[in-house]
C-alpha cells in the first residue's frame, strides 16, 4: 500500500518498478537505523519508548522524565510552543535524542468541527471522510499533534451504546470503505509530510457488541462472526497503511483485547502483515486486573506485551515491572526489541527524526475558509430526510417560519461527543444561519420552548405553540446534548430526552406543519414524533458548519442525499435489529396478528409461530440505507451480463436510473446481495457495493456495478475464507428493504 502512496511523484520520473525499489531501499535505510539506534539503548530506555503518558501540565515535571528517555509519547498537548520545548527535551537533551510522539484524540475534527463519523457514514461518500480526516490532520498538526487515535470502525448495531456516535454505523462494508478513506485523510500522500498525522484504527476489536450497548461491557463474538463481520474494516485500515492500532476495552470470549494473542499476533501481524505498532487503549492494561484476567499489575504487563501491545497508554505497569519481568525470564528481551522497533519505525516514517519540531506560525490554518466549506459540504450530504410530505423545501409561499427546540441555537451541542478543541465561538447554529442566509426571504419568530434536550420544565411550551400559531410553518429543532452519546454515554431509554415529545405534540396541535430536525449522537425511538410531523431530517450532531447546511437544504438550495448507516428501531426492545441478519427457521411473514388485534382468549399457537415481536412487529422504523430526496428515482432494467459465474469471474450488473421528479439530487445506490446457502447460515442481504449518482430533472442514466465473485468470499464451516458455489440473489436498490431480487449462480 504505501508504494501506491508514493506512486503519483515517483510516475513523473520513474518507472513503477524502480518505484517499488525506491520504496525497498527506503524502509532498508529505516530499518538499520533502528538497528544501530536500537543497539544502544539501554533496556530501561526501551521501555520507555513503550511508555505513553497523558500530559503533567508541568513542563518541568515532564522533562526530568523525558531526559531520562523515560517517554515514548505524549498525550493531550495542544500548543505548539510547549510541544516543542518538549520535543527539544528529547532530542537534544535525552542521551538518545529519540523524538516524541505528540497525540491527541482528533475524531471527527480539530477546531473545524464536521459531522460526527456516525453522519459523516450517512454520506455513503468516502470522499467526504476522507476530506474530513485531511482538514482535521491539517489543523492538528499546525500544532505538533502527530498521531490521531481514530478512525474509530468498531461494527455497532445497538444504539443504546453511546460509542456508535463515534463509528460508521452497522455496516461491515460501509465502515470499511469511510473508515479507510479516513486512515487515507489523516495519513495523506506520505506520513514523513508535516502535515500528516498517524491513523490509529480503534478498538481492536469486536468493543461495539457490548452486551447490552452497555459500554466497557463484555462481548460474545465467535471466530467466525469476529472474521465476516467485524475484522474486515480493522483489515481494509491496514490495506490503507495505517500506521498504529488500539486495542479495546472490551472482554471477547473471555479475553481482554489487550492481552489478546490471537487478534494481535495471529490476525494483526501473522495474516495482515502489519509493521506499525499496537498501543492498549486508556489504561486497558491495567484493568485487566478488575477484569479477572491479571492478578497484579505485574501480571497485566507479562499478559499485554507477550501478546503483543507495544506502547502502554497512561497505566505505566510497563515502566514499573518490565525490567524485573525480563530478568526473571517471563518476557523476553526481544518481545521487548520488537516493540521499540515497531514504534520507532512509525517516528522514523513520520519524519521525527529529521523534523521534529512544528512550525509554530502555520496557526492560521484553523478554520480556514476551505475547512469550513468542506465541513458545510459534508453536514449537507450527511443529512437524511426522512420523512416529507411535500411541505419541503419550504415554498416562496411561506412567509414566516417559526424556529423553535433546545437544538435551535446550541452551538455546543450541535458538534456532538469527543471534542476537545472544537470553539463553540465558531459554530452557525440553524437559527443563526435560517436568519443569516434566509432571513431576508422569511420572518423569522425564534422561541425554543425548552433550554436544553434534557430540559422538563414545560412553562415554555405554551410560548413556543404560540409562536407556532403565528407562523406558517414550524421548524422545530430538538435531539440530544452532546454529552448524550460518547464513551460510557449509554442510554436504556432511547425516546427524545426531557419534555421534547411533549413540545413536539404541543406544536402539532396547532395544525400548523412541522419539520423536525433531530441533532442526535444516535438512532432514537421517534416514531410518535415522525407520525406528528410533516417533514422529519435526521442530522447526527453535524458539527461547525450544520446550521448553513441545514438552512440551505430546508430552503431548497441543497437537495438531501443522505441515507441511514444504522437501523431505527420503533422500540429498544427491538435492539439489536440490523438488516444483515441471518434468517431463522421461522422467519416473519410481516402477516402476523399484532398486539392490538389478537382475541381475548385466542388459543396458543394462534399467530402463526415466526419470529416477530407482538408489538412492535417485524420491521424496524427505517431500514438501513435510508433517506428520500426532494426529487424521485425510479430503477429500471436491471440485467446481470452473464447469470452464472465462475469464481474469479467478475459479476457485472447494469441499471437504469432515472430523475423522476421536479429537482435535481444525487441518488445514493446500493448493492445486495445474499448468498442462498452455505455451509453456515448466511445474512439475508449484505452490502457489496455503492455509488452516488446526480441526476437532472428527467434526466436518465445507464450505470453498472462490477463485483469480483471473490468478493462473496466468507469464512465458512472450515473457518476458511472462501467463496462457496451455489445459488446468490442480488438487489439495486435506493435501501436495504427494497428493490427486486435477481438470481445467478457462481459455479466451481
Ligand atoms: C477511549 C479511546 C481514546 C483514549 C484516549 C479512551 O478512554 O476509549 O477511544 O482514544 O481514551 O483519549
Not at 41 to 48: D, H, Q, R, S, V
Not at 138 to 144: C, L, N, P, Q, T
Not at 649 to 665: A, C, H, I, S
Amino acid at each position: 500500500m504505501r508504494i501506491g502512496k508514493i506512486l503519483p511523484g515517483c510516475l513523473l520520473l520513474l518507472s513503477l518498478s524502480s518505484c517499488s525499489t525506491m520504496q525497498e531501499n527506503k524502509d532498508k535505510v529505516i530499518e538499520n537505523k533502528i538497528e544501530t539506534l536500537l543497539s544502544k539503548m539501554t533496556l530501561e530506555e526501551k521501555i520507555g519508548q513503550m511508555n505513553q503518558i497523558s500530559s503533567l501540565g508541568n513542563i518541568e515535571e515532564m522533562s526530568v522524565a523525558i531526559k531520562k528517555g523515560e517517554i515514548g509519547s505524549i498525550l493531550n498537548e495542544i500548543d505548539p510552543v510547549r510541544v516543542n520545548a518538549l520535543q527539544r527535551v528529547a532530542v537534544e537533551e535525552s542521551r538518545m535524542g529519540i523524538p516524541l510522539l505528540i497525540a491527541r484524540d482528533v475524531i471527527h475534527g480539530f477546531k473545524t468541527i464536521f459531522p460526527i463519523p456516525l453522519g459523516q457514514a450517512a454520506t455513503f461518500n468516502p470522499a467526504v471522510a476522507e476530506e474530513g480526516a485531511r482538514v482535521a490532520a491539517i489543523e492538528a498538526s499546525a500544532v505538533g499533534i502527530r498521531w490521531t487515535f481514530a478512525p474509530m470502525i468498531d461494527i455497532a448495531r445497538d444504539p443504546r451504546w453511546g460509542r456508535i456516535a463515534e463509528g460508521c454505523g452497522e455496516d461491515t462494508y460501509l465502515t470499511a470503505v469511510m473508515g479507510a478513506a479516513m486512515v487515507k485523510g489523516f495519513q495523506g500522500d506520505s506520513l514523513n509530510d508535516p502535515t500528516a498525522i498517524a491513523a490509529c484504527p480503534k478498538h481492536f476489536v469486536g468493543y461495539g457488541a457490548a452486551e447490552g450497548g452497555r459500554d466497557y461491557n463484555s462481548t460474545f463474538i465467535p471466530e467466525r462472526r469476529l472474521r465476516n463481520v467485524y475484522l474486515p474494516p480493522f483489515e481494509a485500515a491496514a490495506k490503507a497503511g495505517a500506521a498504529t492500532y488500539m486495542t479495546s476495552f472490551n472482554d471477547n470470549d473471555g479475553v481482554p483485547s489487550s492481552g489478546n494473542e490471537f487478534i494481535l499476533k495471529q490476525v494483526l501481524r501473522k495474516e495482515w502483515g502489519f509493521d506499525g505498532f499496537v498501543v492498549s487503549d486508556w489504561a486497558s492494561i491495567k484493568e485487566m486486573i478488575p477484569h479477572g484476567f491479571a492478578a497484579d499489575e505485574k501480571d497485566a504487563a507479562m499478559k499485554a506485551v507477550n501478546a503483543g501491545v507495544d506502547m502502554e497508554m497512561v497505566s505505566y505497569t510497563y515502566m514499573t515491572h518490565l525490567k524485573d519481568l525480563i530478568k526473571e525470564g517471563k518476557v523476553k528481551e526481544d518481545v521487548v526489541n520488537e516493540a521499540v522497533r515497531n514504534i520507532l519505525r512509525i517516528k522514523f516514517r513520520l519524519g521525527l527524526f529529521e523534523n521534529p519540531y512544528v512550525d509554530e506560525k502555520r496557526q492560521s490554518v484553523m478554520y480556514a475558509p476551505e475547512h469550513l466549506a468542506a465541513a458545510k459540504r459534508a453536514a449537507a450530504e450527511s443529512a437524511i430526510l426522512l420523512k416529507n410530505n411535500g411541505i419541503l423545501p419550504l415554498k416562496e409561499t411561506v412567509k414566516t417560519v417559526a424556529v423553535v427546540g433546545p437544538m435551535a441555537d446550541a452551538p455546543y451541542e450541535q458538534m456532538g461527543t469527543w471534542v476537545f478543541d472544537g470553539d463553540k465561538a465558531y459554530t452557525q447554529t440553524p437559527l443563526k444561519a435560517i436568519q443569516a442566509q434566509y432571513g431576508d426571504k422569511v420572518n423569522v419568530i425564534y422561541e425554543a420552548g425548552l433550554d436544553f434536550s434534557r430540559d422538563k420544565n414545560t412553562t415554555g411550551i405554551a410560548r413556543a405553540a404560540a409562536a407556532a400559531a403565528r407562523a406558517d410553518v414550524v421548524l422545530a429543532f430538538v435531539g440530544e446534548e452532546s454529552i448524550l452519546s460518547g464513551e460510557a454515554h449509554c442510554l436504556a431509554d432511547l425516546n427524545l430526552q426531557g419534555a421534547q415529545s411533549d413540545l413536539l405534540a404541543a406544536l402539532a396541535k396547532t395544525g400548523k406543519p412541522v419539520v423536525t430536525v433531530v441533532m442526535a449522537g444516535r438512532p432514537l425511538t421517534i416514531e410518535k414524533e415522525v407520525n406528528q410531523s410533516a417533514a422529519v431530517f435526521y442530522y447526527f450532531h453535524p458539527g461547525t458548519m450544520g446550521g448553513p447546511a441545514i438552512a440551505d437544504l430546508l430552503f431548497g438550495k441543497e437537495v438531501p442525499s443522505g441515507k441511514t448507516p444504522v437501523t431505527f428501531p420503533k422500540m429498544v426492545g427491538q435492539i439489536p435489529v440490523y438488516y444483515s441478519h441471518n434468517n431463522s427457521g421461522r422467519p416473519a411473514t410481516r402477516n402476523e396478528i399484532l398486539l392490538n388485534d389478537i382475541p381475548v382468549e385466542a388459543g396458543q399457537t394462534s399467530l402463526g409461530c415466526t419470529s416477530f415481536y407482538m408489538d412492535a412487529g417485524f420491521d424496524p422504523l427505517f431500514p438501513f440505507g435510508y433517506g428520500l430526496s426532494y426529487t424521485t428515482f425510479s430503477y429500471s432494467n436491471i440485467k446481470l451480463a452473464s447469470g452464472t459465474l465462475k469464481k474469479d469471474d467478475v459479476l457485472k450488473v447494469t441499471f437504469d436510473l432515472e430523475n423522476t421528479g421536479k429537482y435535481k439530487g444525487t441518488e445514493v445506490v446500493q448493492l445486495y446481495v445474499q448468498d442462498k446457502v452455505g455451509s453456515v447460515t448466511r445474512p439475508v442481504k449484505e452490502l457489496k457495493g455503492f455509488m452516488r449518482v446526480t441526476l437532472q430533472p428527467g434526466e436518465k442514466k445507464s450505470l453498472s456495478f462490477e463485483l469480483p465473485v471473490s468478493e462473496l468470499a466468507f469464512w465458512n464451516i472450515d473457518m476458511k475464507h472462501v467463496v462457496e458455489p451455489g445459488d446468490f440473489a442480488l438487489w439495486v436498490a435506493g435501501d436495504s428493504q427494497s428493490g427486486q431480487e435477481i438470481a445467478f449462480k457462481v459455479g466451481e
